[in-house]
């Protein structure tokens, strides 16, 4: 799955590093989470930076999750204090790590 970065004015651009990151340590966490686990086989299906947005707001970066048979499952990634997963909004946090890109 290719990492998409939206622009402002709707162009296309591609992905930093620290958006790459961003993405990685997203679904880490969500591949941890006991909801997801007990998804059928879920397939990244999108994944696109709302480069708008700051990357600490919710809704930076957009996955969408296809499951056979099953309503999509979409979630929202940025980086914030702690690492968390809402699973009823979608809304997923990173803290980021000591060395690493987003500092």
Request: aromatic share 8%; net charge neutral.
């Amino acid at each position: 799955m290719t990492l998409t970065v939206i622009q402002a004015d709707g162009s296309s651009a591609a992905p930093s590093e620290k958006d790459q990151q961003l993405l990685t340590l997203v679904q880490g966490l969500l591949a941890k989470d006991p909801h997801f686990q007990v998804s059928d086989k879920p397939i990244l299906s999108r994944a696109e930076v709302n480069a708008g947005q700051q990357d600490t707001e919710a809704g930076y970066l957009y996955l969408r999750y296809d499951i056979p048979g099953k309503v999509p499952q979409e979630f929202w990634g940025h980086w914030g204090s702690r690492d968390h997963v809402a699973w009823k909004s979608g809304q997923i946090s990173v803290k980021p790590q000591a060395g690493s890109l987003t500092r």
